[in-house]
């Protein structure tokens, strides 16, 4: 008997411990919401006066879009070692899409937006926040990821800390259209590929045209000139969710830029360009009903919540070429 209660209350016990980890999971894998990047930038200055400081409203909102990855609830999930944490998978795709827009931002900020020509000085604030990023998304210890990435967040104060100084002027940043449209390029090739990612939900054959409109061009190794590519089941979801960070992180950031490059893409013509890619990106970041990502088929039964994924964000890259192309126009 007393060899009875004992196996019934380790079952309990077991059950009331997999329901916590389970209630506790589906909270943790709330995503952010989206936030007033005008409004957010205005209440952490000092002054009106410095949102208006070139530079100001770009690198406080990727100061604000690192913090919301990293205090969500849960806190930041990819390098979690123990449940429930562990045993999540959306948000820490999730997470890798935001992440990789940071990096991207970031890295743009060091050698484009704080640099006036190719022979200019590098900001020695970006030249160390730049790097932390990079850190390994799952490391957990010697560095952690969260503490490297808080000391990329530090380096941008630092750095917009020189904005907003007129007596240092040590750190600059640069609102030109050639610096815009050199970020614009590295946001098209990640939004291509997700595009494609999400567009082989449902797999497809396609041509090889990595060689296309240059005859003398070559490759390393040979490719077929037609395969069928599909996602696999597994990878579903986090595709999707990849994408959905990505797409949540690049929002804010082209919010910020629509604030920032507000006189250069007026004078290029491109503003509405612009709101119309904000437009696109809001619809990536709708709330998904289902408890799961859906595959069904092209006109199927069910939803395909990949391919209606990967429509926005075709439309949105579509939408950004335009913009380059303006951009690059005199």
Known sequence: MKQYLNTKTISATVLILFLLFGLIGVYWSVEPDTFDVRQSV???AENPTQTEVPGYTVTTTLI????????????YLSNDVMPPGLFLDNMPAW??????????????????????????IESPNLTKAQPE???????WALPSAE??????????????????DPTRGDGQFYTRADNLRDWLKQVEKRLGSYSQRLSASVGSSRMNTDLAGDKNARQSTPTVNEKVVKTSWWKLDDNFYEARGATWAMLHFLKAVEI???????????????????????????????????????????????????????RANAALIELT??????
């Open 42 to 44: 205005a209440a952490t």
């Open 64 to 75: 604000l879009v690192t913090e919301r990855m990293l205090d969500k609830p849960g806190g």
């Open 95 to 120: 997470e890798y899409g935001a992440l990789e827009m940071i990096r991207d931002l970031s890295l743009s900020m060091r050698k484009d937006f704080s640099r006036s020509q190719s022979q200019s």
């Open 133 to 139: 990023f990079n850190v390994n998304s799952r490391s």
């Open 147 to 164: 503490s490297s990435y808080r000391n990329g967040i530090k380096a941008l104060k630092a750095y917009r800390a020189e904005l907003v």
């Open 260 to 314: 920032e490059f507000a006189d250069v893409l007026e004078d290029k013509n491109a503003l509405v360009s612009l709101r119309q890619i904000i437009r696109e990106l809001e619809a990536t970041q709708q709330t998904v009903w289902s408890p799961m990502i859906l595959n069904g088929d092209g006109f199927g039964m069910m939803a395909n919540h990949s391919l209606v994924m990967a429509n926005y964000i075709s």
């Open 325 to 330: 192309e303006l951009l690059n126009q005199g």
